[in-house]
């Protein structure tokens, strides 16, 4: 049944569904979005990722699973968390569909990044998280990157949820505001590619 419906969006292309399952493992009911995301990521195709529920800060995470760099057949592996629990301050099960295939997407604009650097490299990335400025520059680069593979209607349905619907904490509210590209950022953005096109 899932399939079905991915397979449509695939122009009925089975293979191209399957080849995204490979070294993937899912959390069942977010599957299809998961997949849905994946198909803006085709250099991941091979990349083992697991999809898996955890309480961690927020509503959803991409990392390395650092013992993956100790393998003696040095297969990297990388997890994206969802944080469902109930004094979360927007729970990922609370965000509009498409909102979740959006900011599923910035997490795999992560691994993207992560999949160009070395074990040493992403320590010194883990370091700019200790400076806010760091972190706005570093995560407003990561959303563009969702925009760029064409995201940006469904990150900026996942930013309006958060911003203008949510019951999140305005204190949470800010800083998701200061991190991250604001909606109207997002459809700047997406005008300015159209005019682009256009011309
Ligand atoms: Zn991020």
Do not use: W
Request: aromatic share 12%.
């Amino acid at each position: 049944m899932l399939s079905l419906v991915l397979i449509d969006s695939c122009n009925n292309d089975i293979s191209a569904v399957s080849k995204l399952e490979i070294n993937k493992i899912f959390v069942g009911k977010y599957k299809i979005q998961c997949l849905k995301a994946l198909m803006f990521y085709p250099e991941l195709k091979n990349v083992n990722i697991e999809f898996r529920e955890a309480e961690i800060g927020t509503t959803l995470a991409a990392r390395p699973v650092i013992t993956s760099f100790f393998n003696t057949d040095y297969e990297r592996k990388y997890e994206v968390i969802f944080n469902n629990a109930t004094h979360c301050e927007v729970p990922f099960s609370d965000l509009p569909e498409e909102g979740q295939i959006g900011i599923l997407g910035h997490e795999l604009a992560h691994i993207l990044d992560y999949e160009t650097k070395s074990f040493g490299q992403l320590l010194v990335t883990g370091c700019f998280y200790i400076n806010a400025h760091s972190i706005r520059n570093y995560e407003r680069g990561i959303d563009l990157v969702a925009v760029e593979r064409g995201l940006g209607e469904k990150l900026y349905d996942a930013y309006y949820y958060i911003l203008e619907e949510s019951e999140a904490s305005l204190r949470y509210k800010n800083f998701k505001k200061f991190t991250y590209l604001e909606p109207h950022e997002i459809m700047e953005v997406l005008q300015k590619t159209r005019i682009r096109i256009k011309f």
